[in-house]
């Protein structure tokens, strides 16, 4: 079913401002986060890691100062089923048996009634190891002078590769006016979320394992501790706990955390808590993909582009973990916004000797943003062209193809978008007058824009695969339950999710709870990840909502101009006759949408977000600062299906993604993260973000919910790449690599000498 | 944490003499302390919590100076309105320093006994530290070194001295006082701090059991004060580099002036020759940056924290165009 | 280091407790007192999603040792709401959305609550400085600014207390 019909105008509850489902228990500080809760009998856990990052494990060595018989310890000999965590590959040890490929790799666990015992525990445990060559970056991997994965296979250090080919590359050059290359690069990077990881587990033989936690997908946890366990279904059961920010960061990891929490439950015979501290989380758990992305670019005197060229790499870590998806959406999101005949991506995920890297906001758009968004602006440099003109000349429109052919049947309104975003940032006002005031000033301002869209949902066939489940129910208290497997953890799939069941059903907004987030009760309507939970899931949410009332004028009469009394009298009507009132969609394509895996053709995302952001730089060349003070986005989502929510999504990610591009530095010693300290890893405060404006055009899409698209993890892609671009604005220097750093400017700005009577008060 | 013998004196004689014994160390604010004994860089085997002592007045001296006890708050101190007026150099450097919250727990005795930020001190597994462990070695070195010093560095250590307030003291000549269990004694600021050398463990002149009880300011009247913070980001960041200026400037020329570095130091960093090269010479911008060349001409920079020479001068060039201006 | 006993106003009751000495006033909060509203982020002074008001004044509870807690007057998030009224601060956080995940939300409501107990009418500069020891990773603090600024201008956001 589509919502052509629907009108805009008569809806009551989306579009409109409600308040957060779970928000007064937030502001009343009774909300319960994992390590807000305790258990009769509980123990601690908590986890030896390796202090190499490649070797053979040759003896554990306990020291006999501590009272190990209070302890329980588990090791990979006591795992009952696979000692692997389930993700796409199953290469990566619930813990090391015989060898490491990373520091901070989790090789045994213990647990222990007083937590503050464990640190010390921990630190008495001496591992001998024989240490063998690590391979610590892109660049020592593809040189293949040591293959640390996939020994067997025809590409040993590379976990996936991708080719993509439109048109013909190699006979665009010779006709080109302008051949333009360039390499990008951009850095590791954290998620911070301010709530740890932290996991409690529980065993019964009856029950099995429970696991309670901060998390993001309870079915992949499920999936992880079924292998782990040698379990069924039913005896597993993963229940999400109020999750303090996850970004990402908790998609994959918890599997990892529960299992061990699980591992040691069912040892201890106990409940088992288990909650990193941050120099732990900092350490051990996933981070943003590193990547080096090299464009070469043929485009004709006009500055249209004819050819593009892309090499991307990057870095996995030791193990395969997500590093398949995220390179695809790095490889889908490549071009960007342009429309071009001729484009050849050749993308690989090559595996090194750190922590495994994971999800993070924009799965690989992000790296790749930032490398076309950037190289635009070169290119509108070599062809003497308005970086603006350049990209509104190549941008695509209705009825073009994409870099896999895909076919632009929704409308794109990138012009609109940034007409819209040249006036609400008074863009070219300010750029003349920052170069006429920097001739004189050393605090060098400067405007840059950036264009890019993301991709809603799940990449290619990935939807048809997850074939997620969701839907509503009715209580015996006459409440709506919205059911579904999709998490809260800030970004407010709870009240969207309840606005769109009020809407779909006609009642309002307080009629309408979650269920439980917990395996045991709910449908699997995947993971909350990819841009997916308002277009996706919304929309079966949408489709349940309809089919109840649907059901309702059927089996209990229920009228056209029903009134809240009658829905729920309806109800109840309808419980009678069947025991239970509830309503279950499952996911169904789009018309049009195929898509090719070996190809790599056809539709990469049923649906695009669009954007164009303006950001404003300050560069003091006394003292090599670049500030951001102003910040412009306007977007088109879809349906803005509630707008308080929406707009912080879009500062949320901009905001993380100033500190991308200028504050946050992930330093590698042997592959582990030395800065693992908020002290040292930094992040932007109070006092470091600009105003951001945010604008919304909105677009509804027919087969989102009430016209919804993804929204969540596009600011995170434009801010890097417009930052860098203003950057240039403001001092005609180029960088390519992030995070830039005032000593990065300063390498620049040293040979240019000083001139004191240029240090401004 | 290890365990600890926890004492609760109530005068400073008391205080004084329950922390004569080895391992003994005394707990005010607390925000270093507890931060290092959490991480066991800090492994005291008693404590001598002196927060109950009478030593949190701010009162004003005869000679226009002013005393302020050593548990006097940051916080308070920094709004404190004889300090807004007549020492905004040193209001302002503990306004750039912590977060607010710090500011009201870290105490002014605190402050001058801060340790370094050097990660490899603050993190046992992360390698030798000669701070830490004495004879061990210096991991910084050719290890992480963008934040390290650049002067005052040895062979052993090149450890960053973090504090702000301490680099205002310094530029307002800040007079130590301190009662031991041999007595009363008073040191001038700048004598009391200690070069890392070979025993970088040891970054001061107090004796074993030795309480700082006060700190006497001395008149800086007629001058002209600022404080600036270069830094990563806006708040709750330590200084990349910082200098503090307390001038005196008559029809535009320097009468007398006091210049002192944070950040780039291994001890808050007294530019006594940069000092000498403006003394009566017009406050123009040929002379500051004379002045800021003479400051970092011994600096020796590592791999990673050049531009800390650079910046640093930079940084002391903008002071005394706002100090002076 | 046996355990002391501590004697101090929680929230405006009076209470004492039998703890380690340098037993943090966060774990004491959360584990002897059962108020799990104020939260641990980074237990280093950094993230301020422990704040708490302690005799008056803003600090990181995961940095103040119980011992130095001794006779003090600790208010924390769950004083906020009297009865079933939340406070302004809580109100405007829920209407300006200034809590998203919401675990920097008690140490944020706390560092406000000290804002505008000092400074009824803040500018936003004077927010952004009030709140600069308070990280949000959600938000990017733009709603947060909002939320101070919609409460200062209601009713009894300075007097609205137990």
Redesign the interface.
């Known amino acids: 079913m589509t919502d052509d019909s629907t009108n805009p105008a008569q809806r009551r509850v989306v579009g409109t401002?409600q308040?957060?489902k779970?928000?007064?228990?937030?502001?009343?500080?009774?909300?319960?986060?994992v390590?807000?809760i305790e258990f009769p009998g509980m123990w601690h856990g908590a986890t030896v890691r390796s202090?190499i990052p490649r070797g053979r494990i040759l003896a554990i060595h306990f020291d006999e100062s501590v009272p190990w018989h209070e302890f329980v310890i588990v090791t990979a000999a006591d795992i009952p089923g696979n000692n692997h965590i389930q993700m796409i590959a199953a290469d990566q040890p619930c813990l090391a048996d015989g060898a490491v490929n990373h520091c901070d790799e989790p090789i045994l666990l213990i647990a222990h009634p007083d937590k503050?015992l464990l640190?010390q525990a921990v630190a008495s445990v001496r591992i001998d190891y024989e240490e063998l060559p690590a391979v610590l970056s892109i660049e020592e991997s593809e040189s293949k002078r040591e293959i640390i994965w996939g020994a067997d296979t025809s590409t040993p250090n590379v976990f996936k590769e991708f080719v993509l080919q439109k048109g013909n590359v190699d006979e665009a050059w010779s006709s080109a006016a302008c051949i333009v290359e360039g390499e990008y690069s951009t850095g590791a990077q954290e998620?911070?979320?301010?709530?740890?990881n932290g996991m409690i587990a529980d065993y019964s033989d009856d029950g099995g394992i429970t696991v309670w936690g901060s998390l993001q997908c309870p079915f992949y946890v499920h999936k992880s501790l079924m292998a782990v366990f040698n379990l069924p279904e039913d005896k597993v059961r993963v229940i999400q706990t109020?999750?303090?920010?996850?970004?990402g960061g908790k998609e994959d990891y918890p599997s990892i955390i529960a299992s061990h929490a699980a591992l040691l439950a069912l040892k201890a015979r106990r409940p088992i808590k288990m909650i990193y501290?941050?120099m732990e989380d900092l350490a051990a758990t996933t981070k943003r993909h590193p990547s080096r992305t090299r464009h070469r670019t043929a485009v004709d005197k006009d500055g249209k582009l004819l050819a593009m060229e892309i090499e991307i790499a990057t870095d996995g870590g030791a193990y395969s973990t997500l590093s398949s998806t995220v390179l695809s959406r790095a490889t889908l999101h490549a071009t960007g916004p342009y429309v071009c005949p001729n484009i050849r991506i050749r993308s690989r995920a090559w595996a090194t000797n750190t922590v495994p890297y994971g999800a993070f906001r924009g799965f690989g758009a992000p790296q790749t943003i930032f490398a076309i968004e950037r190289h635009m602006e070169h290119i509108a440099l070599a062809v003497g062209m308005d970086p603006v003109e350049l990209r509104r000349r190549n941008f695509l429109h209705d009825g073009d193809t994409t870099a896999t052919q895909q076919i632009m049947r929704e409308p794109v309104i990138l012009d609109q978008l940034l007409d819209r975003a040249l006036a609400v940032s008074d863009f070219y006002a300010k750029r003349e007058r920052y170069a006429r005031e920097n001739a004189t000033n050393p605090v060098k301002c400067g405007i840059g824009i950036a264009a890019f869209y993301h991709g809603s949902g799940f990449t290619g066939s990935g939807e048809r695969r997850l074939n997620s489940l969701a839907g509503v129910d009715v209580t015996l208290q006459g409440k709506v339950r919205v059911l579904v497997s999709s998490t809260e953890?800030?970004?407010?799939t709870n009240t969207i999710l309840a606005q769109i069941a009020a809407e779909a059903l006609g009642i309002s907004y307080d009629d309408v709870e979650m269920a439980p987030s917990d395996t045991h009760l709910i449908p699997n309507s995947g993971p909350t990840v990819a841009s997916r939970t308002s277009m996706v899931v919304g929309h079966l949410i949408q489709r349940s909502g309809r089919q109840l009332i649907q059901t309702l004028k059927e089996a209990a009469n229920l009228s056209d101009n029903y009134t809240r009394h009658d829905f729920f009298a309806a109800c109840e009507l309808l419980r009678a006759r069947d025991g239970e009132v509830k309503s279950l969609s499952r996911y169904e394509a789009p018309p049009n949408i195929y898509w090719n895996d070996d190809t790599y053709t056809g539709e990469a995302y049923p649906a695009f977000a669009w954007a164009v952001y303006v950001a404003e730089v300050a560069v003091d060349t006394?003292?090599?600062?670049a500030e951001v003070i102003d910040f412009h986005t306007v977007q088109e989502v879809g349906t803005v299906l509630n707008p308080?929510?929406a707009?912080?999504q879009i500062?949320?990610?901009?905001?993380?993604g100033i500190g991308y591009a200028l504050?946050e530095k992930v330093?590698l010693?042997n592959g582990h993260m030395?800065?693992n300290?908020?002290?040292?890893y930094?992040?932007?405060?109070?006092?470091?973000?600009p105003?951001?404006h945010v604008y919304f055009e909105q677009i509804p899409f027919a087969y989102g919910a009430f016209g919804a698209k993804g929204i969540g993890e596009l600011p995170h892609d434009g801010p890097a790449p417009a930052i860098l671009n203003a950057i240039q604005n403001a001092t005609g220097e180029s960088f390519s690599a992030i995070p830039l750093?005032?000593?990065d400017i300063?390498?620049r700005f040293?040979s240019y000498g000083?001139d004191?009577?240029n240090?401004?008060? | 944490m290890n365990q600890f013998n926890y004492l609760h004196p109530a005068s400073t004689d008391q205080a004084v003499s329950s922390a004569s014994s080895d391992g003994s160390k005394f707990i005010a604010g607390g925000t270093t302390l507890v931060d290092l004994m959490k991480l066991y860089v800090e492994n005291p085997s008693t404590l001598v919590d002196v927060n109950d002592l009478p030593l949190a007045q701010v009162e004003s001296l005869p000679n226009g100076g002013l005393r302020v006890g050593a548990m006097v708050r940051n916080s308070d101190l920094a709004f404190h309105p004889t300090v807004k007026e007549k020492y905004a150099v040193l209001s302002e450097a503990l306004l750039s320093g912590a977060s607010p919250q710090l500011r009201n727990m870290a105490t002014t005795g605190g402050n001058l006994l801060q340790r370094t930020r050097c990660p490899y001190f603050r993190d046992v597994t992360a390698g030798p530290c000669n701070k830490r462990n004495p004879g061990t070695g210096c991991s910084a070195i050719d290890g992480f070194n963008r934040t390290m010093a650049i002067l005052g560095t040895s062979d052993h250590c090149i450890a960053t001295h973090p504090s702000d307030m301490d680099v205002a003291m310094t530029a307002l000549e800040a007079l130590i006082f301190i009662e031991g269990p041999k007595g009363k004694r008073s040191v001038p600021i700048n004598d009391f701090y200690k070069l890392p050398g070979d025993t970088p463990h040891i970054e001061n002149v107090l004796e074993p059991g030795e309480l700082i009880t006060h700190v006497e300011i001395p008149p800086a009247i007629s001058t002209k004060q600022h404080y600036l913070k270069l830094r990563d980001r806006a708040s709750y960041e330590f200084a990349l580099a910082s200098a503090a200026v307390v001038a005196r400037v008559e029809g535009g020329h320097i009468h007398s002036v006091r210049i002192a570095m944070g950040g780039v130091g291994t001890r808050p960093w007294r530019a006594h020759e940069a000092e000498a090269v403006l003394t009566g010479k017009p406050a123009t911008p040929a002379h500051f940056q004379a002045a800021a060349e003479a400051a970092l001409r011994g600096a020796k920079p590592h791999t990673e924290n050049a531009f800390k020479v650079e910046l640093a001068k930079r940084c002391v060039i903008r002071a005394l165009k706002v100090a002076t201006a | 280091m046996s355990d002391c006993r501590i004697q101090l106003t929680i929230n405006g009751q009076q209470t004492s407790v039998e703890a380690p000495p340098m037993k943090r006033l966060l774990d004491v909060l959360r584990e002897d007192l059962d108020l799990t509203g104020t939260k641990e982020g980074c237990g280093e002074g950094e993230c301020g999603s422990c704040s708490v008001r302690m005799n008056g004044e803003l600090v990181n509870s995961c940095m103040v040792p119980i011992l130095q807690a001794h006779g003090a007057h600790i208010e924390t998030v769950e004083s906020l709401a009297i009865d079933a009224e939340l406070h302004p601060l809580q109100k405007a956080f829920l209407e300006c959305g200034g809590a998203q995940c919401g675990i920097c939300t008690p140490g944020m409501l706390m560092a406000a609550t000290h804002l505008i107990a000092h400074n009824p009418n803040p500018s936003l500069e004077q927010i952004r400085e009030g709140l600069a020891g308070n990280l949000c990773r959600c938000t990017g603090f733009i709603k947060i600014f909002d939320s101070v600024i919609t409460a200062a201008a209601m009713e009894g956001s300075r007097t609205h207390a137990r």
């Open positions: 401002p308040i957060r779970e928000g007064a228990e937030k502001v009343l500080g009774r909300a319960k986060y390590d807000d202090t503050r640190p998620h911070l979320y301010i709530e740890n109020e999750t303090g920010g996850a970004f501290d941050r953890f800030g970004q407010g006394i003292t090599y600062s308080t929510l707009a912080g500062e949320g990610g901009v905001a993380q504050y330093q010693k030395f800065n300290q908020m002290t040292n930094i992040m932007p405060t109070a006092q470091d973000v105003p951001i750093l005032p000593e300063f390498l040293a000083l004191p009577e240090i401004t008060a």
